[in-house]
């Protein structure tokens, strides 16, 4: 568990006059100046050595892994909608049927993400990785056996599966990078984790359209849809098995000071309740949960009706409609990657678009400080669910009644408003100034410690006459 996970009533509301105080407390414990939370330790474990604590190569390879799972679920995202017409065609079914295929995605994350978020304060990150990738593999299957025009419901069966198998997933980045990865480096980890979401989605962009052109005959359509259909559950299979006998749940010496002394903190001790109020009641938090799911929610709606925009104005051009959205795509993967290597030397928290995906999640950890990464991180993803939604109706309505034009200023009235509002922002980066003031603590014990050892031997000896 994590040490940001394990609060006492004392880390209630924090108000202007009393955050330095409470800061100062966590930061007792995590520079190994403190025992626990529980207000139980002795004048003894104030002096004790900063627990061990190492990173191991291991950790490239869960990220890694993590991030691998998570490209094969969100690819499936947008799997349908990218080829939109060719599947309202094969399924004889409407546009705005064939968008829940990605609306599914967003409505499933919001009713549970909170019993998932339990699970994983509760059982840990294997349990959760295991259950991700069985879901997602089984999702993958449930469409194999559904390429046939009237089996829509069987197709949209499976979808559902690799819907909940992201509640699993999108969240998880913030939570590998605090467990795996040292002080330094938790902001590029974090990306990493984004960047398989991001590129999953690029190659649902361009994959689909290639696999599948937009033919007439329905024998040699379902050809097509099921060759795809396999390729996607053979990499859901073996994602699946790596998992299984890859994936651990933490490394045996933690990564910081900060993960050393959660290990010590009974469980009993958080209340996932309270740190869900708490995060609530943060108004910088707010903030950030309304202007991320604002920008993400404009994306998904991109993403969910962009095949529709094209083929308006361009019939047939299903493989460019792909391209589009690979290039958008890209770039926010390189802004991801780049910004989180930023982030880990400036500690500067203010972009855009996919690029803010990962700056959310770390934000978010920032002003939150020290609550549940994964708690902070399912509620933003909540609220980009939500817009999403939103977004991706409204937009499709306003296009089918009036222009793409119209649709996409819509879009832009509220990226604008969220860029407004993430200006306002108060950036109050708590575990920033945390680890400044364990570094000082640290340094100051170690001094004491010096000075004592220093003194001992520089005290003159009694004779043993004098005695």
């Given amino acids: ?233 053979g990499v859901a299979t073996f994602l699946f098995l790596l998992v299984v006998f890859v994936f651990q749940e933490r490394p045996n010496l933690p990564p910081t000071q900060a993960q050393a002394t959660a290990r010590s903190i009974p469980p009993e001790q958080y ?27 404009c994306f998904y709606a991109v993403g969910t009706l962009l095949n529709r925009m094209i083929i308006e104005h361009y019939p047939g051009e299903e493989v460019n409609a792909g391209r589009i959205g690979l290039t958008i795509v890209i770039a926010g993967m390189v802004g991801s990657l780049i910004c989180g290597v930023w982030l880990d030397r400036t500690k500067t928290y203010k972009f855009f678009m996919t690029g803010y995906l990962p700056l959310g999640f770390e934000f978010a950890v920032e002003l939150t400080y020290p609550e549940s990464e994964g708690t902070s991180s399912g509620l933003l993803n909540c609220s980009a669910q939500v817009f999403g939604i939103i977004f991706t109706i409204c937009q499709g309505k306003i296009i089918d009644k009036f222009s793409t034009l119209a649709g996409n200023i819509f879009l832009c009235v509220f990226l604008l408003i969220g860029t407004i509002m993430t200006g306002l922002i108060k950036s109050d980066l708590r575990r920033q100034n945390a680890n400044l003031l364990a570094k000082a603590a640290a340094e100051r014990q170690m001094s004491r410690q010096d000075y004592g050892a220093t003194a001992l031997i520089s005290k003159p000896q009694t004779p043993p006459s004098q005695a």
């Fill in 271 to 297: 209340s996932y309740t309270a740190s869900i109020l708490r995060l609530l009641r943060n108004k910088p938090f707010i903030l950030l949960i309304i202007t991320y799911g604002l920008n993400v929610g």
């Fill in 1 to 233: 568990m994590n040490m940001t996970e394990k609060q006492t009533p004392e880390d209630s509301k924090l108000t202007e006059e009393d955050s330095k105080a409470d800061l100062e407390n966590h930061v007792k414990v995590e520079a190994g100046d403190g025992a626990n939370l529980s207000g139980d330790q002795t004048p003894q474990d104030v002096h004790e050595s900063p627990l061990p604590t190492r990173l191991y190569k291991r950790r490239w390879m869960i990220v890694l892994l993590f991030s691998s799972y998570s490209l094969c679920n969100s690819y499936q995202w947008i799997q349908y909608g990218i080829i939109s017409n060719i599947f309202m065609k094969f399924y004889d079914v409407e546009a705005f049927t064939i968008d829940w295929m990605s609306m599914i995605y967003m409505l499933t994350y919001i009713p549970f993400i909170f019993p998932v978020t339990w699970l994983l304060d509760k059982k840990g990150l294997r349990v959760i990785a295991l259950v991700a990738t069985a879901l997602n593999c089984a999702g993958t299957w449930v469409k194999v056996a559904s390429v046939q025009p009237n089996l829509f419901p069987v197709t949209f069966l499976g979808q559902f599966c690799c819907s909940f198998a992201q509640v699993f997933i999108l969240g998880m980045p913030s939570r590998i990078a605090s467990v795996w990865f040292g002080s330094d480096e938790v902001s590029t980890a974090c990306s990493i984790g984004v960047f398989g979401n991001q590129l999953g989605i690029a190659i649902g962009f361009l994959v689909p359209p290639i696999l599948v052109p937009n033919v007439d005959d329905k024998e040699e359509l379902a050809h097509h849809i099921k060759v795809m259909f396999y390729i996607t559950a």
